[in-house]
């Protein structure tokens, strides 16, 4: 997952989560969760990743 600065362009956020086919999301959304965490469904689960 990759945080893009909206002026700038540049990267400002970046982690792995994963790769294969377990990781796999399908296509699906990408949620934010009330508490800051990105939620995102994927072939096996849920995936959630937060900045801290």
Partial sequence: ???VDFETGKTVYKVFAGCGRNWNNSYGPITIGPNGRAYI???NGLVSISDG
């Fill in 1 to 3: 997952m990759t945080a």
């Fill in 41 to 43: 469904g994927v072939f």
